[in-house]
């Protein structure tokens, strides 16, 4: 149910009023936390802004988040949610109103637009606790941390992934988060950044996927080829078994990465997909291109990349290595500028700016 505000009351002081109401600090737009502008795809099918516009409300629990959700006007009005200290089970609760669809033990952005949760102060953790995005649009999630994510064993939350974007969703960026968990599927966690059900018009950046069995997928099965256009950059993927991205289906571009201990393999092109693989740096690593695990083809255009101490499996029936020696075989336009680092200088760069707390650093075109 709604709360009421008082009558005639002005619109600053009506904002602080439902402040108390939700148990949130909100401040108005003008104090909103800068978040950049996206890249990468996300730019395209008329952009992504998230919250901006809107009120800035500071939240400290995910029933807060949810709260915020909630009491905004309609699912489509601007937000932007301030996220500082520790989001775990205990404190995220279901919320109900008209312009939300919320449930307990994930941060569920369901059914809305516009909204755009950001990490401030000494940092947001989501801890065990994953964040669930579906059927919506225009969204950016920045400078958070989501760890260990399970979907079994205690406490379970989104189906074990960090983040989740599933039906029908459009316009996301993820930047300069932290995604990790302690170990893969047979200690109860699954992918850290799982894209599916038609999703399109997505951007990772500048973030760090560590310590998982998956990194992620486009796409959950070899028949759902309805996502695409997502674009991985400046991204640093560490002790990752596989999918650092899987890919079904779809355009993906992957440049500026740094892959560090790519256990298996490492992208996965298969069923159709078709990825631009552009200066990326890959290191200690095996199978970090190819489809793999299907007969059922990918395609990639490669340029720029280093491959130092990666090793490659012999061919077989399902499994394809790009390697030893990468060659493209199909090629891949990309409808927006983007001015690459060399692959060389990738790794300094990468340390220094991505994941969540390093002050939404970005490269400076400099080693």
Known sequence: MKRALPLGLPAALATMALAVATGTLVSMPEASAATGSATG?????????????????????????HQALCGRASTSTPITIEVTGTVNHANTKKVSGDSCDTADGVIELKKVSNVTIIGVGSGALFDQLGIHIRESKNIIIQNVTVRNVKKSGSPTSNGGDAIGIERNVRNVWIDHTTLEASGGESEGFDGLFDLKDNTQYVTLSYSVLRNSGRGGLVGNSESDRTNGYITYHHNRYENIDSRAPLLRGGIAHIYNNHYVRLNESGINSRAGARAKVDNNYFEDSKDVLGTFYTDEAGY???????FDNVTWSSPGSENHPAGPDPKSNTTVSIPYAFSPDAANCVPDVVNRTAGANKGLQVSDGRC
């Open 300 to 306: 990639w255009q490669v340029g720029g990349n280093v």
């Open 41 to 65: 795809y996300a730019t395209q099918n008329g952009g992504t802004t998230g919250g901006a516009g809107g009120q800035t409300v500071r939240a400290t629990t995910g029933t807060a988040i």
